[in-house]
């Protein structure tokens, strides 16, 4: 198993490629099953999550042609997917399959839309909480869709096909969004929903569809509504730039100090966690290509933080936060809304020497002088990230086992990292 070394203490330098995100290219690639022309995406990130959604797809009976960087092509641009569902072989997606990532269990909802039936296990992903479904099922279930669910797997069945509906989530959801969303493109009628997930994410797969024919208001708000349409054309799309890269590096360039242009992305995306950055005393530009970030010399601010759906903090950054933070002049509070075990990162942040204390949801961070290097453990995939963070800043060497974590959902992130002057490397071990 792959561990990262890191001896921390340099400053970083110099310029990072922003990858496209992942949490629009699978949703995007799930999109794909909604017709039976070619969807080409471009800019696809080369991640653990993405080729398996592959392997999910292909198993569905989806082609997949990927063509390679063209030479000469920006750094950040990733690779281009070329997707047919002529013929879907297989409407199930099995337990083996979706139990290790989550987002696999949005082939429900285009599933049952186009081909009047599916059966998907209930998914799996990071362990950072009870992550349930019911919203997925309540919104396909507006949409005239008959739900069971049978040894571990969601049977859905909409034999003449799903008809528009009106769907008010209770509350926010990305996931839920994506699927009912998906599945709305190809129902009969306007489908409404409110309460919908505002993230730029969401806006990405609403835009691709709206290119494969869908007529789609409302997109970037939280009221979405969607004329389907009884057959869906291909369409050539580019994913956006991966916003939690961006912060990821954001907050990298912070911690060690430096001066790096983030390239190829852009400030709107994450706005609330760079306003955020800059009042922590780093220095946020905007540059024709992308997002400077600098700190030089002056010390960390601490900074009180909720995670929020978008526009507000993401919880996919707290853990990147929290490491920033175990280095201010202060104390801050950080406190996680969204998932209610996603503070496994606490433990190991402190075998580095962070001062850190739990109290249910929020966490209580103590700034002190100086961390330490140390073997720790990558437990979800932002947390395994915080770590990266905190070994850049610790005195020392640091080492994180497991980090398989880290390659679900970032792109070459030791290359970036040392390409600026940051002593990584990837230790394999067969
Ligand atoms: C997506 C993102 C993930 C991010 C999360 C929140 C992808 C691939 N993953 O995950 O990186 O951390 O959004 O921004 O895009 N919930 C329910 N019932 C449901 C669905 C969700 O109660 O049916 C709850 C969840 O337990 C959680 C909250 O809603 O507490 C938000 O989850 P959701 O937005 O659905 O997250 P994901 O789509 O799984």
Redesign the pocket.
Known sequence: MDRIKIIGGERLNGSIPISGA??AA?PLMIASLLTDDRLTLKNVPNLADVNLLARILRNHGVDLAVDGKRSGGAAHLGETFHLTARDISDTTAPYELVSRM??SFWVLGPLVARMGQAKVSLPG?CAI?????????SGLRALGAEIDIDAGYVIARAPKGLVGGHVLFP??????T?NVLLAAALAKGETLIENA?R?P?VGDVASCLVKMGVQIEGIGTSTLRIQGKPRLEGAVHTVLPDRIETGTFAFAVAATGGDVVLEGTRRELLRNALDTLQNTGAVVTDTETGVRIARNGNGLEPVDVETQ?FPGF???LQAQLMALMTRAHGTSVIRET???NRFMHVQELARLGADIKLHGDTATIKGVKSLRGAPVMATDLRASVSLVIAGLMAEGETTINRVYHLDRGFERLEEKLSRCGAKIERISTG
């Open positions: 992942k949490n699978l989550r987002a992903g909480g009870t992550r349930p479904v019911d919203l997925h099922l509350m926010v959801s990305v996931g839920a994506h997930a993230e994410e759906p993401p919880t996919d969204i998932f209610e």
